[in-house]
Structures are given as C-alpha cells and as structure tokens.
C-alpha cells in the first residue's frame, strides 16, 4: 500500500462547477498533506489510534475539508468550496 489522496464519492461529485485554477490548488495541497501523512504515519497500516476525523484546508480561492485515515494510507476530499467573491 503506499499513501495517496482521493475525492469521496469522486471527483464529478466533489469538485463539479469549481473553477480549474481552485481545483489545482485544492489538489497541490492534497499532494502535501499526503506527504504529511506519509512522515507522521511511518507504519500506516498498523496504527491503532483513532482517525483525526474532518478537518478544514484553506487554499487561494476557497476551502476543503478533508479526513487522513492512516490504516489505509488514504487522505480523502469530501467537499470542495470555492469562493463566491473571486
């Protein structure tokens, strides 16, 4: 297994109607956050811990929220909101 990131239910779901340069901040910053992971989980299969649960990134255009769940070496991105103003 190797940690990776992942839109829940998919990416049409998640990200539909955003704008494409928000999109690829929100997938840069997915990139980091697994890298993240990466360092802290070092056996991510065999954590025993509980999961962080949801949490908020903030990226140039708007928000996501996102959940680690190290067991399966996976970030996932529930929800994508950009910024009605930009």
């Known amino acids: 297994m190797t940690w990776h990131w992942e839109y829940i239910p998919d990416e049409e779901t998640v990200a539909s109607?955003?704008?494409?340069?928000?999109?690829a901040e929100v997938?840069?910053?997915a990139d980091e956050l697994?890298?993240?992971?990466?360092a802290l989980y070092l056996h991510g299969p065999a954590f025993q811990g509980a999961d962080e649960g949801a949490k908020h990134a903030f990226v140039d255009g708007g928000f996501f929220v996102y959940m680690v769940?190290?067991?399966t070496e996976l970030v996932t991105?529930?929800?994508i909101?950009?910024?009605?103003l930009l």
Do not use: Y
Request: no cysteine.
């Open 17 to 23: 109607g955003a704008p494409p340069a928000f999109i």
């Open 27 to 29: 997938e840069k910053r």
């Open 34 to 38: 697994v890298r993240a992971a990466e």
């Open 69 to 71: 769940t190290p067991r």
């Open 77 to 79: 991105i529930w929800q």
């Open 81 to 84: 909101t950009s910024d009605p």
